[in-house]
């Protein structure tokens, strides 16, 4: 799987996953899609995106899921 849409710069958004170096952050994207906006809503009102670029935002979510994480409970 290839995520060479989704970018990292400190620069930008404060290093978050963003889109293709541009202030479109891969969390808006997935929280919009949650939310129920559809993929062709957001290409409207996001002229600069490519259904790509959704789609990597979809595989980037499901490979964060993937990941194990440690967990400490306190009580």
Known sequence: MS??????????MGGKACIRGMRI????????LAGGTTAAQILTEYPDLEQAD???C???????ADEQVAVEFVQ
């Open 25 to 32: 952050p891969v969390s808006l994207i997935l929280k919009l």
């Open 58 to 64: 979809i595989d980037y979510a499901a490979a964060l």
């Open 3 to 12: 995520l060479d849409r989704i970018t990292f710069d400190q620069n930008i």
């Open 54 to 56: 959704i789609d990597q």
